[in-house]
């Protein structure tokens, strides 16, 4: 078996001699990274009211309408936008199939699976502006002007809690001679999809988790081959990067009433409940992954020569090594050179290569 390491990327290898495609499975180690930010802003609707009650809290807030007037606690017309910013370099897992044939000068990338965070959630800031209609309080007396925005100071954190990226369909790649002997160039656009869950948790509230996606997007990955001695090949590749912006339906949701204290002009504030409806999800992703991976070169029992051709030579070489007992043709591995193991190896000649 040869042996292989990828490296700055992802790396691939090969025996210097084999010139025929080969496929590798490739399994992340822990030298790989992706940088990921993600700023997601829920747009919200809904009402605040005071928190006045008039057993449990007799002495609370009442909200009413306009400048002046009024009676009772009102609720009133309200918008808030949440911004839930996440982002940092993160360690992931996960792996992907090449197949490089340098003498056709071409591949292939398949199954490119990575999971970005790799179990370790994203801590991501939560703030919020809001902007509600004119009213005025009583408890304390207060006017707050109609179409301002005012910040809000939840006080909570969100979380990043998923992000998957899956490879769509089988990437083309393109091979050619680099000016340095033994070094290749590879490069390939990527079909992926990726896939993120948001988690807010508000003041009072459980956690509300927003699954994001399939955000489908193409990424480049661009690279080299390397030909080191009869050991091994290393393809050097980065992958990304990605900027993209989406809006995305998610509601209607109704996000848990959140208790909040506005300034006033003296020391008190006043106690309002917010509830908010969100119907829309706003996302803007940035991201580049950095792989290093361990591979492993699927095997071909028929290709009894490793020229990557199935032809009558192999059928001969097995021929001649059952005839001189060798142990890579007992097929069945039974430590008996019989017919069975003859039976076995044109059945895999039949069933060809992967």
Same mark, same amino acid.
């Given at each position: ?9 992802? &790396? ?87 197949? &490089? ?140 990067? &990605? ?75 097995? &021929? ?35």
């Amino acid at each position: 078996m040869n042996a292989i390491r990828m490296t700055a990327g992802f &790396l691939v290898m090969a025996c210097v001699g084999v010139a025929q495609a080969q496929t590798i499975d490739f399994t992340l180690n822990a030298a790989s990274s992706a940088t990921i930010q993600t700023d997601a802003v829920l747009d919200t609707t809904g009402t605040l009211i005071g928190d006045y009650d008039a057993k449990s809290n007799p002495e609370g807030t009442l909200t009413q309408p306009g400048f002046f007037g009024g009676s009772g606690n009102n609720a009133i017309g309200a918008s808030a936008d949440l911004l839930i910013n996440a982002g940092d370099t993160t360690q992931p897992a996960g792996g992907l199939q090449v197949t &490089l044939s340098v003498d056709s000068m071409s591949g292939s990338i398949a199954g490119l699976t990575l999971d970005l965070l790799n179990g370790s959630p994203l801590s991501a800031d939560l703030t919020a502006s809001l902007v509600y209609d004119t009213f005025h309080t009583v408890a304390p007396a207060m006017i707050y002007p109609g179409g301002i925005e005012l910040p809000i100071p939840l006080g909570q954190l969100g979380t990043l809690r998923t992000a998957m990226m899956s490879q769509a369909d089988t990437a083309i790649a393109v091979v050619s001679a680099h000016e340095i002997p033994g070094v290749f160039d590879v490069s390939a656009l990527v079909p992926i999809e990726l896939y993120l869950e948001v988690e807010v948790t508000l003041m009072g509230g459980e956690p509300t988790v927003t699954p994001i996606g399939p955000i489908p997007a193409v990424l480049p990955f661009d690279g080299q081959v390397f030909f080191i001695g009869e050991e091994s090949i290393e393809l050097s590749v980065s992958l990304g990067p &990605l900027e993209d912006s989406q809006e995305i339906p998610i509601g209607p949701i109704e996000l848990p009433a959140v208790p909040l204290e506005l300034p006033t002009l003296g020391s008190e504030t006043a106690g309002v409940l917010l509830t908010m409806t969100a119907d829309s999800l706003f996302i803007d992703t940035i991201l580049d992954v950095s792989i290093h991976a361990d591979g492993v070169e699927q095997d071909c029992e028929a290709d009894r020569n490793g020229d990557g051709i199935l032809d009558f030579f192999d059928v001969s070489d097995f &021929l001649n090594d059952f005839s001189a007992l060798d142990p890579t043709a007992d097929m069945n591995s039974d430590t008996q050179f019989d017919f069975f193991d003859v039976l076995l190896y044109l059945a895999s000649f039949s069933a060809g290569c992967p």
